[in-house]
């Protein structure tokens, strides 16, 4: 739940202990996987109650989820997230477990060429996540861009924005950015407001999720799970970016919505995705030896140390590692449900404590979790820097979510672009050649143009 | 569920063993140490702390007590040297992860000015050697092969590594270019991938032509039969892949060994210092850690004290030629 004390960390550490031990490999596999996904609820207990993103892949969920607990409804909102990681969890477990090898494919598959088409993708859920105006947008997308072009830019090794500081040479950490612009802000903001101020926390109200607020939710749920999955089998794309992408497509094809007010849906959407991205990772890893994150490199050193060999043919000579996993992440899954669902009215119980003590406990958050990503005071200071920004900017309606998109984006839209401009020579004829190219065209074009055709067809049938 | 348990005591175990070495009596050897892997975990430094210096000397006891481990990522290990340098320059009790990668960024002199000779170098323990790779369907059979593609028509020949421009692996490359007596190196079409493993997929999908990395990942491509290796950048064969050819027996002379070792604070006692070397030998030579750096992929490399710090010095020499030939360096 501590912001920046992620998975790699703890697994980290744990493993030359396990090493020592001479505990079985298919047991530390369970163990770290168990560390990865838990960690992903924890997070977005504070992603809702606080509106502190633990990841950056629970910072899509900060926006309605964050919006509900401001009504009252944080219980309802952390049970949806539990619920939505459950079945986002558990489903793609089965798509692991059958597809697997032939998903491995897709991800070889995938170049540079085809990554800048999902970018651009993206990018198009951008217009999801202005409220109002989309100028404001636009440029809060662009000053994202721009601190991600910080560093040293690895296609020319050239620096970038650094000024000759050396604590810029290897960019920003995401959840610097993230803590900075949505948790310091929000202190700012809350620092700004008067006591009994109307805008501020309502009491908690309802704290139990109704049965049809799962039945409704279902179907956002099962969709961002399956994109998720997808999303996550890519190596590079990841848990961020299916969340996004979820969050996006769900605000447009729902109808209504009231995504960005605190619908629970949007919870239920980067929540399902984000859980099931991060199952998806584990094909990379298992069948090409290729880890998609962070995390899961940290376990492939393992593995390897093990004397198991990541490969297609990891299925047939260690299928105890592979359905060991495959089920440990089941129960884990359902141990995960079991136990959050009657603690969230605990968890929710946060939100009662006084204000002063609040705001000081978040700010301690949000300081420890931003020094302990590099052991740096400069990530400290930033996250001031950033947290005033963020403040004037939200003082100025523009939205933050574009900001961090394109964080998110900016170097992998850059660095695959050029990459596949390298490769053809210069010829951007490369973004056209593969059908998965051309099947991201296609599904970009209908995400362009699907608000309007149902927005005219709706018209239709009610005239 | 039953593995689950186990699981669970094996943290348990974990933490009572942790719990009782932290309990052992004081004596003459370094005690209260720490190691500085100058990156997140993870990574070949984070490595280096872990295994061979935390768990390896920890259990031969040739260190009192445990050692900490402190990641400290930033600027490619520029934040790490310059906080040795200048924070911690008498610590005697502090060790710093090194490796090829933190001679090459001396070489490029991209640690804020700071030189080699800020610190003392203690040893090496252990080498990923480099490796040429292609798929296993390509035209090219040989390093000649693709010495000449890379002579006759650098643009069409896209060349993939895990290290960012400039950076060790595309280094490797040029060096063998260089001997090669390609004169246009900057023509020289590198790509620049995340890791080996992702530019490992560009070779899989045969969408690039050769693949630049270490040895270590390379090995299981090679035994499932995707790829093949046309040299090998060390000087002799290796058990883990006995029939990728050296580069020198195809008759370019280049050794690329990303070493992996430590090194100290200057301002340290001599005796110290000499403790410091005398630990790192005595691990280097144990069976425990021949055991663990081959299971990790290493091959045997030694060298410690003053031929260390020559070895190193040679290595930072090179690389900055090299880097001001291509214009990386000003």
């Not at chain 1, 629970?264 to 990772?281: K, L, M, Q, T, W």
């Not at chain 2, 992702?198 to 990395?213: H, N, Q, V």
């Not at chain 2, 006995?242 to 280049?254: H, I, L, N, W």
Request: glycine share 10%; hydrophobic share 50%.
């Amino acid at each position: 739940m501590l912001p920046g004390i992620g998975p790699v960390n703890a697994i980290a550490v744990l493993f030359p202990i396990v090493y020592t031990l001479e505990v079985p490999a298919a047991t530390v596999m369970i163990l770290f996987a168990g560390i990865y996904y838990g960690s992903q609820y924890g997070n977005s207990i504070s992603s809702i109650l606080l509106n502190v993103p633990g990841t950056s892949a629970a910072a899509v969920t900060t926006i309605d989820g964050y919006a509900m607990a401001k009504q009252g409804l944080g219980g309802k909102a952390l049970a949806m997230s539990a619920i939505a990681s459950f079945i986002g969890g558990t489903i793609s477990i089965f798509f692991l477990a059958f597809f697997a090898p032939k998903l491995a494919e897709l991800a070889i598959n995938f170049g540079p060429a085809e990554y800048t088409v999902l970018m651009v993708f993206a990018f198009i859920a951008l217009s999801s996540f202005s409220q109002g105006s989309l100028l404001k947008a636009i440029i809060s997308a662009f000053l994202g861009l721009a601190i991600a072009a910080i560093g040293i830019d690895s296609t020319t090794g050239v620096s970038r924005l650094t000024f000759g500081m050396m604590e810029l040479y290897d960019g920003i950490d995401f959840i610097v950015v993230v803590i900075g612009f949505f948790a310091v802000s929000e202190i700012l903001i809350m620092l700004g407001q008067k006591e009994g101020d109307q805008s501020q926390m309502q009491p908690l109200t309802s704290l139990w999720i109704t049965f049809k607020e799962i039945t409704n939710s279902l179907a956002t749920s099962l969709r961002s799970c399956v994109s998720g999955f997808l999303i996550g089998v890519l190596p590079g794309a990841g848990g961020t970016i299916a969340s996004f992408i979820a969050y996006a497509t769900e605000k447009k094809i729902l109808r209504p919505n009231q995504f960005g007010n605190g619908d629970i849906r949007g919870v239920a959407a980067p929540e399902s995705a984000n859980n099931s991205a991060s199952v998806g990772s584990f094909i990379p890893l298992l069948i090409l030896g290729v880890p998609g994150s962070e995390t899961t490199a940290v376990m492939l050193g393992g593995l390897i140390s093990f004397g198991i060999k990541p490969g297609p043919l990891l299925l047939e000579t260690s299928p105890d590692v592979f359905w060991g996993l495959a089920a440990s992440m089941f129960i884990g899954n359902l141990f995960l449900i079991i136990l959050n669902l009657p603690l969230v009215g605990l968890f929710a119980k946060i939100l009662q404590t006084p204000r002063w003590i609040l705001m000081s406990l978040i700010t301690m958050l949000c300081v420890v979790g931003a020094y302990t990503i590099n052991g740096s005071e400069f990530d400290v200071l930033l996250i001031l820097i950033f947290g005033l920004i963020g403040y004037f900017l939200r003082r100025a309606d523009f939205p933050l979510a574009p900001l961090i998109l394109g964080v998110v984006l900016g170097d992998l839209i850059e660095t695959n672009f050029r990459r596949a401009m390298i490769y053809s020579g210069g010829d951007v004829i490369i973004f056209f050649e593969s059908n998965i190219c051309l099947t991201l065209w296609i599904l970009a074009a209908v995400s362009l143009f699907a608000p309007t055709l149902i927005n005219s067809i709706q018209k239709k049938v009610h005239s | 569920m039953r593995k689950s348990m186990q699981s669970i005591l094996g943290i348990l175990t974990g933490t009572a063993i942790a719990a009782t070495t932290m309990l052992g009596v004081a004596m003459a050897k370094p005690g209260n140490t720490e190691c500085i892997a100058p990156a997140g975990a993870g990574g070949g430094w984070d490595f280096t702390c872990r295994v061979p210096a935390a768990q390896v000397m920890g259990d031969m006891g040739l260190i009192d007590g445990t050692m900490a481990v402190t990641n400290m990522s930033g600027a490619g290990g520029g934040k790490a040297y310059a906080h040795v340098v200048t924070k911690r320059g008498d610590d005697e009790n502090l060790i710093v992860a090194a490796s090829m990668a933190t001679a090459a960024r001396l070489g490029q002199n991209v640690y804020s000015g700071f030189k080699a000779s800020d610190v003392r170098w203690v040893g090496a323990l252990g080498a990923d050697y480099g490796a040429i790779a292609v798929h296993k369907d390509s035209q090219f059979k040989t390093l000649s092969d693709l010495v000449t593609a890379m002579k006759d028509n650098p643009r069409r020949t896209a060349i993939v590594g895990g290290s960012s421009a400039g950076g060790w692996d595309h280094l490797k490359v040029l060096i063998v270019a260089d001997k090669a007596g390609i004169s246009d190196l900057k023509a020289i079409n590198y790509i620049s991938f995340d890791n080996g493993g992702t530019a490992m997929l560009e070779i899989l999908s045969k969408r690039a032509d050769a693949f630049t990395g270490d040895i270590s990942e390379l090995v299981e491509y090679e035994k499932q039969g995707n790829i093949r290796i046309l040299a090998i950048l060390a000087p002799d064969r290796i058990p883990a892949v006995p029939s990728a050819k050296t580069a020198k027996e195809q008759g370019y002379d280049v050794i690329g060994a990303n070493w992996r070792g430590f090194y100290v604070p200057k301002n340290i006692s001599n005796a110290r210092y000499k403790e410091w070397v005398d630990i790192v030998t005595k691990v280097a030579n144990s069976s425990q850690w021949s055991d663990l750096s081959a299971k990790n992929g290493l091959a045997p490399f030694k060298s410690f004290g003053k031929d260390f710090e020559n070895f190193v010095g040679g290595q930072i020499g090179k690389v900055a030629q090299i880097s001001t030939d291509l214009g990386f360096m000003k």
